[in-house]
């Protein structure tokens, strides 16, 4: 437990652990410190000794409650326990008696809305069926059975895997509130999914993206762009959806920034000729948008703009009209990536670039010393798999042919 004086400009700087948490104490106000996680939260903490033991008070998250204030709150937490009083009972006393519905809301509110891009999901799921068999019972009287028996009612209604879904969102609020000491145990705990999730192995054959890509002309223009983006780049939905112009480089190079990417690491993708055709056909029609927004004095950076204000949320709604359309059997948006990646693949591609194109997160010490970003050979891939696809959709090769891919490759 280090003693350090805590400096507002020192805080962000402060060493994160590799493994667990560590503690920093202030040397002007013994007893206060921040304690630090691995993965790189922060949260105010004062430590006191009531009756002769021990105890914890946790003041609140940072940067949300800044040093000033939390300095301040555990200089009264400390002259209250120099009085005798318990704080950190008096406030777990208090805490076990918040309602389910509170407790969820403060998950969302501190947690959720936070850390997590995803975090309407988790909010639907709330509402659904959580707050409506939960939200007015105590937290602490939730039991083991109590989740048992709301997985069963879900699955019984048709919604096998929504349970399952379910479960992983309440146990993960459960065991936040632990961490936060609202809660001491969770009742999700040796609860096994109730439903059997199969991976999904799909992939559109040439014949399919053929079909696709033409069946997309009958949609509407930024919604039939959103689709042929994703095929061209391997990019996922939200990416593509939440595109802005400024991330758009003149070299050629879409780079996402870490906020909008799953694993939080910025992510810098190569548009080829393809993916540069959809965002040249899908501008004038992102324009009219745009000019419907000025004309109620709101501007928007959006590459495929709502009339809302914002972008383009969800292609769910208009995906099951695609699919009938099309006539493509059991094809799900998210199947476009897998496509991109098996093509490339099954062209020779190396499984190490069409990773670093989708850009999932490498483990083991060798991704800690290769800093080496990939730029020549996803541009190569990606280039040689944009003009596999202008193959494909122009008719000019026979279809389930990748010798010319692989040859470009």
Known sequence: MPTIT?????????????????????KTTPGFGLRVTSAGHRSWICLYRHKGEKRRFTLGPYPRLGLADAREKAKEILRRAAKGEDPAAEKKRERKAETFRELAERYLDEHAKVKKRSWR????????DLIPRFGSR??????????????R???????????????????????WAIGEELVEANPCDHIAKLSPENQRTRVL??????????????????????????????????????????????????????GRVKNGIEHRIWLNETARQVLAEAEPH????VTHLDAKQRVTDWIFPSRDGGHLRSLHKTHGRLCRASGIPDFKIHDLRRTAA??????GISRLTIAKILNHKETG?????????????????????????????????????????????
């Open 138 to 151: 105590k937290t602490a009287e939730i039991t083991r059975r109590d989740i048992l028996e709301m997985l």
């Open 365 to 409: 010490i060798t991704s800690v010393y290769d800093r080496y970003g990939y730029g020549p050979e996803i541009r190569h891939a990606l280039d040689a798999w944009g003009a596999r696809i202008e193959k494909i959709v122009s008719g000019r090769e026979p279809s389930s042919n990748v010798a010319s891919l692989r040859a470009s490759a």
């Open 342 to 347: 098996s093509h490339m693949s099954a062209a």
């Open 121 to 128: 999901a988790d909010r639907n799921i709330v509402d659904k």
């Open 286 to 289: 992102a324009r009219d948008v």
């Open 6 to 26: 805590l400096a507002a400009r020192g805080i962000a700087g402060l060493q994160i652990p590799e493994k667990g948490r560590l503690e920093y104490f202030d």
């Open 153 to 175: 009612a879900i699955k019984a209604r048709g919604a096998a895997i929504q349970s399952n879904r379910t479960l992983e969102i309440i146990r993960k609020l459960f065991n």
């Open 205 to 258: 054959t040439e014949d399919e993206i053929h079909t696709l890509w033409t069946a997309l002309d009958g949609r509407p223009p930024l919604v039939a762009a959103a689709y042929r983006l994703m095929l061209a780049t391997g990019q996922r939905s939200i990416e593509v959806l939440g595109a802005k112009h400024d991330e758009i480089g003149a070299d050629g190079w879409w780079t996402i920034p870490p």
